[in-house]
């Protein structure tokens, strides 16, 4: 398993319950890919989210993401970590 | 205190001891702002590198990362987590 930060732009103004159904959203359909979504953080002001995430591969991720209505091809992996 | 995640660029190809490198010259001075780095994950092929850090404000972290010669002014304040 290899781990992966996405990146979402446009959540302007998003509240914390908007996040989590969202996220709910990824959580729902996860298992289907192998994938485990760790954490998200949002900034309202600048309307982007950072969600922490493992899984079997970087399409695995973009998958959920994408069937989950919230489709971003900001996905990185992160093999060093410090 | 807030939570902030900074992202870097231009990372290419650095190695688990060279990002540890850097981050350490962080940790040595982030005291004297009050910031503390939770941890930080790099993708050495799009050369990004996500930072995880509680502090006072967004200004006190970004002097912490110039004083350490990897200045940024990609800090996004996090104050929604899910």
């Known amino acids: 398993m290899a781990k992966f930060m996405d990146v979402h ?7 914390q319950e ?26 309202p002001e600048s309307g982007k989210v950072f969600c922490l995430v493992t899984g079997p591969s970087r399409e ?6 994408e069937r989950a209505g919230h489709a971003t091809a900001e996905v ?3 093999p060093v970590e410090v």
């Open 9 to 15: 732009s446009g959540f302007f103004g998003v509240t």
């Open 18 to 43: 908007q996040l989590q159904e969202a996220h709910d959203r990824d959580l729902a359909i996860q298992d289907e890919e192998g994938v485990r979504y760790e954490r998200a953080w949002l900034d």
């Open 60 to 65: 695995a991720v973009m998958r959920i993401h």
């Open 76 to 78: 990185y992996e992160l």
